[in-house]
């Protein structure tokens, strides 16, 4: 099998970094696995390390510092024949460090090689979570202060099935390779080197050094017998072969004619309670019921009985590329901690923007058209403010129709709730 290493953009290094004879050993693996490049997909962040995407003529995926393993996985899931190899660095380990462990317990057939120069190499040799507290780096002292991270022993903590530990001057290091892209699962491949540009500036390092280093440390080398157990997705499509077809998506039909033309914003202002982003959803299916684009974004406190509770709601005949709303048409005032979260919003309302106000919320000053709601009167209980206020905006031909918001209510409800919201908005309030 030819080299898959790209003629166009070969691998640049400094003189005597460990990245390029890591690069060198890759290509070999592929070679002897005789793997051709549309089988592989190379995954990279920043660094030095990130570099190995450009090397090869494979597929490839650039990403940002620390999340290779994150894209690496959707790529694994969505395109499983796929060999899928991620290079990151010691740094962009210790950035992404929760993604490792997702991967380690997820044991998902990924090959992992981590291209360990205990340093950021391409900013400035600062120190990264395996630099030894006693290097001299970039970063000042701070390397005093922590520990320098056992990247197999995590690994192996945290379920990894394939974890091994070497030099990047290993003269099998091809074999190495293939030895891990070849297993069933998780692999992980700490691989030690020198960075000449950096490190070994203040430091001093060498291959035998490394090697004599390694001697010292338990050994790791292949399967994690504990920790080896069926890859993750061929177990994950053994569990979804006997559940069935998953449900077809809701397909709403567009039978009616919406009131007005164009796009149309609305804001709903209420509490937690209010249920506000129930309302906002049913706007939004009626919406579908005219065949309009429609989008919602909510605004609430972590906490469930108290605070505020917004929903921003943009029913439109074209495609919504913007969610933003600076000028709703209708604004629905229903409690005072909604309505304070957005006292800006009524400076921008303009004569043509209704406001729906009900009992008791005070709104500030603005040039929009005000209808106050006597609900309270009419009986209808606080947490239905908000649908009762779709009634009057179907009633008054705002956005939707009475059609459009029944048949929006037929959609999101069935049985005895379905019947109290239906007689709820027939009510004319």
């Known amino acids: 099998m030819d080299s898959l290493l790209n003629n ?9 970094c460990s990245h390029e004879r890591i690069t060198h050993s890759l290509d070999k693996a592929f070679q002897n696995m005789g793997l051709a490049g549309h089988e592989i997909a190379m995954v990279s962040d920043i660094g030095c390390s990130g570099l190995f995407d450009t090397f090869f003529n494979t597929h490839a995926l650039h990403g940002l510092h620390g999340r290779a393993l994150t894209y690496a996985t959707g790529l694994k899931l969505g395109r499983p024949e796929l060999n899928v190899v991620v290079t990151m660095g010691d740094g962009g380990q210790g950035i992404g460090g929760a993604h490792l462990l997702a991967a380690c317990r997820r044991n998902l057939n990924l090959t992992l090689l981590v291209l360990n120069n205990f340093n950021f190499g391409m900013t ?6 395996t630099t030894p507290p006693d290097a001299q780096v970039g970063s000042g002292f701070l ?8 990247i197999c022993q995590t690994a192996r903590a945290a379920g990894a099935a394939y974890v091994t530990r070497c030099s990047g001057y290993r003269k ?22 020198v960075c000449p540009g950096r490190y070994t500036k203040r430091n001093r390092l060498t291959p035998k050094m ?6 010292e440390l338990p050994a790791m080398e292949g399967p994690v017998a504990e920790n080896v157990r069926k890859e993750y997705g061929r177990h994950y499509r053994e569990l979804i072969a006997d559940r069935g077809p998953a449900a077809e998506l809701l397909k709403i039909e567009a039978v009616y004619d919406a009131p007005q033309s164009g796009r149309r914003e609305v804001v709903l202002l209420g509490s937690a309670g209010q249920r506000i982003i129930t ?28 605070g505020l509770s917004i929903s921003e709601l943009i029913l ?22 909604g309505v304070d979260r957005r006292k800006n919003l009524f400076k921008q309302l303009d004569s043509d923007a209704l406001v729906l106000q009900a009992d008791g919320v005070e709104v500030p000053d603005c040039s ?7 609900l309270k009167s009419r009986g209808v209980k606080k947490p239905d403010w908000a649908l009762a206020s779709l009634g009057i905006m179907a009633e008054l031909g705002e956005m939707i129709s009475p059609e459009m918001l029944a048949a929006a209510l037929k959609i999101r409800f069935k049985g005895k709730t379905l019947d109290t919201a239906l007689e709820l908005i027939q009510n004319r309030l």
Do not use: H
């Not at 166009?8 to 005597?16: L, M, Q």
């Not at 390397?143 to 056992?150: A, C, G, Q, S, V």
């Open 8 to 16: 166009s953009r070969p691998p640049v290094f400094c003189p005597g």
């Open 124 to 129: 400035g040799g600062q120190f990264s979570a």
């Open 143 to 150: 390397n005093l202060l922590e520990r320098p991270l056992d």
């Open 172 to 193: 099998d290091l091809d074999a190495e390779i293939q030895r891990a892209m070849e297993f069933d699962g998780f692999a992980v491949l700490d691989i030690w080197g």
């Open 210 to 215: 490394i090697e004599a280093s390694l001697a």
């Open 279 to 306: 309302a906002g959803e049913i706007l939004c299916l009626a919406g579908l019921t005219a065949g309009l684009n429609t989008t919602q974004k909510n605004e609430y406190n972590i906490t469930v009985l108290r």
């Open 316 to 337: 439109s005949p074209e495609e919504i590329d913007y969610t933003g709303i600076q000028r709703p048409k209708v604004v629905i005032a229903l409690a005072r901690e």
């Open 368 to 374: 929009a058209r005000i209808l106050p709601m006597d």
